[in-house]
T-cell receptor, first 118, second 111 residues
Framework: AQSVTQPDIHITVSEGASLELRCNYS??????LFWYVQSPGQGLQLLLK??????LVQGIKGFEAEFKRSQSSFNLRKPSVHWSDAAEYFC????????????????FGKGTKLSVKP | GAGVSQSPSNKVTEKGKDVELRCDPI?????LYWYRQSLGQGLEFLIY????????KSGLPSDRFSAERTGGSVSTLTIQRTQQEDSAVYLC?????????FGQGTRLTVV
């Protein structure tokens, strides 16, 4: 079965510093991969997704992520963090193999909470 | 509607009572998901509906939990004989071959 690991429960970075949030997945084929963000009191919003093609994907709010098959990773990056980026970030894998090519079931990691120091 | 709608937004119930949580997905979305979010536990998968296929119920934590989706649209998650450990935010999402869109959730408190 597919699974997602986000090794860092909580990360604190200074405003303006670069950010990398780690995500490792377990899946039997090339997965569909997603990053979502949940701001305090808000619902989940999609930051970016990877289905195929270019392994470096750009998302909203200046985020990007790189799919590395050899490392089973899909790490999220941002060159310069803003105070408004403080939120919880979730990585997810879509199980399309068993669902006729559609997105399939979505399994999430436990999330990484990002705090931003002024 | 424009987004995924969940009702009620908050629910307080007594231990042992049954509750029903409702999800109205985005029109035309064939996939519908239910998740439970407890503090520090991330999003715990509960159940997944895809079109007319049999739902994936592998995430339901006990037989007190059940869900149905009528007419490929609205879904209801039912929790029978609620326990205090059922207290959490229950999130619904829908999708159509792409990103999943989430509702704002139902915060369930069992007292």
């Amino acid at each position: 079965a597919q699974s997602v690991t986000q090794p860092d429960i909580h990360i604190t970075v200074s405003e303006g510093a670069s950010l990398e949030l780690r995500c490792n997945y377990s899946y039997g084929a090339t997965p569909y991969l997603f990053w979502y963000v949940q701001s305090p009191g808000q619902g989940l919003q999609l930051l970016l997704k990877y289905f195929s093609g270019d392994t470096l994907v750009q998302g909203i709010k200046g985020f990007e992520a790189e799919f590395k098959r050899s490392q089973s990773s899909f790490n999220l990056r941002k060159p310069s963090v803003h105070w408004s980026d403080a939120a919880e970030y979730f990585c997810a894998v879509g199980d399309y193999m068993n669902y006729g090519g559609s997105q399939g079931n979505l399994i999430f990691g436990k999330g990484t909470k990002l705090s931003v120091k002024p | 509607g424009a987004g995924v709608s969940q009702s009620p937004s908050n629910k307080v119930t007594e231990k042992g009572k049954d509750v029903e949580l409702r999800c109205d997905p985005i029109s035309g979305h064939t996939a519908l998901y239910w998740y439970r979010q407890s503090l520090g536990q991330g999003l715990e998968f509960l159940i997944y509906f895809q079109g007319n296929s049999a739902p994936d119920k592998s995430g339901l934590p006990s037989d007190r939990f059940s869900a149905e989706r009528t007419g490929g649209s609205v879904s209801t998650l039912t929790i029978q004989r609620t326990q205090q450990e059922d207290s959490a935010v229950y999130l619904c999402a829908s999708s159509f071959f792409s990103e999943a869109f989430f509702g704002q959730g139902t915060r369930l408190t069992v007292v």
